[in-house]
């Protein structure tokens, strides 16, 4: 609840008081606790990342992982899913420190714990094993394997597609957000054609749901229309990238105007976009009023990142 309201510092205390009486429980009944303190544990990782404290964060997950796999040697039917989604988390903070071999390690693990879980029970685990693959795909990819990458990302759009179907109230946001990494990962490959069109399906998705759910969605319309500006431009469709780019920056300029320290790094580089859009097509003054734009937000960040 704390979090929820943004007292991040609060809802920290809260979650390191828990972590400390579920240890104390469960020093003496390990069977009994350990459970709760891997919950605990995830939950403390979360609030540390949110803090900017990745390396305490890591501790927390790497403990968690420690403590759930005795469980699930004892007991897999039971606690193999909280493995698995305590593996997701490792992943998250190693990447988040830069250490991808170890990231992809636990990334590879979780997704093969999710794989047989979501063989059994397809409907309880797809949506979990489509998330483990996406890490896996974001990993792989910082790594210098686009093919894997792509495979993994593919793999993805399959999952979330299928649930989607099912529910497309749930799951609809999930399947845009895949289709956008999967135009990403076509890209690397220089399969443009395939790319855009995962791009413009993302758009469209978005738009939908940003349609109705302005507040929630805005920010993924305007990523992907970033995205898509960057797809066209690869195509030489010039005009329409521009289009695509100049939506990007209205949007982010909107967003940032009520939350300039979330959207104005967004900001800034979908300036940044638009201004070499703009300089494609020979309208140099408008290419340097956007850029001068993007440097001035960019400087105001540095600056109050460096005080």
């Avoid at 104390?24 to 609030?47: I, K, Q, T």
């Avoid at 495979?151 to 999930?174: C, I, M, Q, S």
């Avoid at 319309?221 to 521009?242: H, K, M, V, Y």
Wanted: proline fraction near 4%; charge should be negative; hydrophobic fraction near 50%.
């Amino acid at each position: 609840m704390l979090r929820d309201l943004g007292r991040r510092e609060q809802a920290l205390a809260a979650e390191e008081e828990a972590v400390r009486l579920r240890r104390e429980l469960a020093a003496v009944r390990p069977d009994a606790f350990n459970p709760d303190l891997v919950g605990s544990l995830n939950n403390l990782g979360a609030h540390l990342g949110a803090l900017g404290r990745p390396e305490a964060a890591l501790a927390a997950a790497e403990e968690a992982v420690v403590v759930c796999r005795a469980l699930a040697a004892a007991r897999p039917a039971a606690f193999n899913p909280d493995l698995a989604g305590s593996l997701s988390n490792l992943g998250i903070w190693l990447r988040e420190l830069g250490r991808y071999e170890e990231a992809l390690a636990a990334a590879e693990e979780a997704v093969a714990v999710y794989r047989e879980l979501a063989a059994a029970r397809p409907d309880r685990f797809n949506s979990d094993l489509a998330g483990s693959l996406s890490n896996l795909g974001v990993y792989l990819s910082a790594l210098g394997r686009p093919e894997a990458a792509l495979t993994a990302a593919e793999e993805t759009v399959a999952v979330y597609r299928k649930l989607a179907a099912v529910r497309p109230g749930a799951f609809n946001p999930d399947l845009a957000g895949s289709l956008s990494n999967l135009g990403i990962r076509l890209s690397v490959l220089e399969r443009r054609e395939v790319a855009l069109a995962a791009a413009e399906e993302a758009v469209a998705m978005y738009r939908e749901q940003a349609a109705s759910r302005p507040d929630a969605f805005n920010p993924d319309l305007a990523g992907s229309l970033s995205n898509l500006g960057i797809r066209l431009r690869a195509l030489g469709r010039r005009d329409e990238a521009l289009a695509a780019a100049e939506e990007a920056v209205r949007l982010w300029r909107e967003l940032a105007a009520s939350r300039p320290d979330a959207f104005n790094p967004e900001l800034a580089r979908s300036l940044d976009n638009l201004g070499i859009l703009l300089r494609d097509l020979g309208r140099s003054e408008e290419a340097l009023a956007a850029e001068e734009e993007a440097v001035r937000l960019w400087r105001e960040l540095a600056a109050s990142r460096l005080g």
